[in-house]
């Protein structure tokens, strides 16, 4: 279960919250992994912070560790870069705590716990967020995002049990690193895992490949200029996450033969897609 009572409640408690993301260490989220054994982390730092690391522990204190190396993406035209690292090894029903360090700063103690082999689980499914920014009203940026935070405050007070959050395309309205780091700011996704696909407002800007860290994403050979598809596991169901706005069928087809043949025992086939009706193609 996930607790909610320390989570920001307020407008005026998030933008506290967020002004102080970089501070803290920056405000790590969850991806999926490629199965139950793995997670992807990702978190923002400073232009001038590098050799970040994830510590992994079953012990809050943190006292026997274990270091994860992680991969510093500069991202263009930001203030920030993030960290991409997998945590690898993780058994089920387990509490795992963990904080992400730079040569600078490290985060808070976070915590996410894996669930046990069962038939059933429970997602978030959300869509067409379109977290926006304005020049104008830097306020559009704060309220958006806290708007998104609520959505998922909302869902867990009903069900605190669920196991992933899948958003199902268009994250921001322009594909700024901005608006990414809004959707991403709420402390619950540092405990929920989130798995996004592209929509036709990410696909304006090259942000979104540098910014999620998705599992099975493979970028060499695929004819989309801002990333591929990606595939995993969770329980007994295979996810396919389709960038369809990338019209090379054959990439897709090569996502589909690969995650069949390497997952012949899934039960379940979940296919997310996003793509706009009036787009051209």
């Known amino acids: 279960m996930t607790e909610i009572k320390d989570f920001p409640e307020t407008l005026e408690q ?29 978190w923002t730092s400073r232009k001038d912070e590098t050799e970040p690391f994830v510590l992994l ?19 263009p035209n930001s203030v920030v870069d993030t960290n991409h690292a997998e945590l690898c090894g993780l058994l089920p029903n387990k509490t795992y705590y963990y904080r992400c360090v730079t040569n600078q700063k490290h985060s808070e103690i976070y915590s996410f716990n894996t669930k046990g082999e069962s038939d059933i689980f ?3 499914y959300i869509s067409d967020v379109h977290v926006g920014s304005s020049k104008d009203n830097p306020e559009v940026l704060t309220e ?7 959505v998922f405050l909302e869902a867990l007070s009903h069900r605190p049990d669920i196991s992933m959050i899948l958003s199902g395309g268009d994250q921001a ?14 402390p619950v996704l540092s ?7 592209v929509g036709n407002h990410d696909k304006k800007n090259f942000v979104y490949t540098y910014f999620f860290n998705n599992p099975n994403y493979k970028i060499d050979g695929s004819h989309s200029f801002i990333g591929s598809d990606h595939w995993f596991t969770h329980n007994n169901a295979l996810f396919l996450c389709i960038d369809s706005n990338n ?4 990439d897709h087809i090569k996502t589909f033969e690969t995650a069949f043949s390497e997952n012949p ?4 086939k979940i296919l997310m897609i996003h793509h706009d009706l009036y787009g051209g193609h």
Do not use: M
């Open 14 to 42: 998030w933008r506290g919250h967020w002004e102080g993301i970089l501070d803290k260490g920056g405000n790590p989220f969850l991806c999926p992994g490629a199965d139950d054994t793995k997670r992807n982390i990702v």
């Open 57 to 75: 522990s079953e012990n809050s204190s943190l006292d026997d560790a274990k270091r994860i190396k992680a991969r510093r993406i500069q991202l």
């Open 122 to 124: 429970s997602c978030i």
């Open 144 to 150: 958006t995002g806290f708007r998104l935070h609520k």
């Open 173 to 186: 309205s322009s594909g700024k690193a901005d608006e990414y780091r809004a959707f991403s700011a709420s």
């Open 191 to 197: 405990e929920i895992p989130i798995n996004c696909i």
């Open 247 to 250: 019209s090379c069928l054959g």
């Open 265 to 268: 025992g899934c039960k379940w």
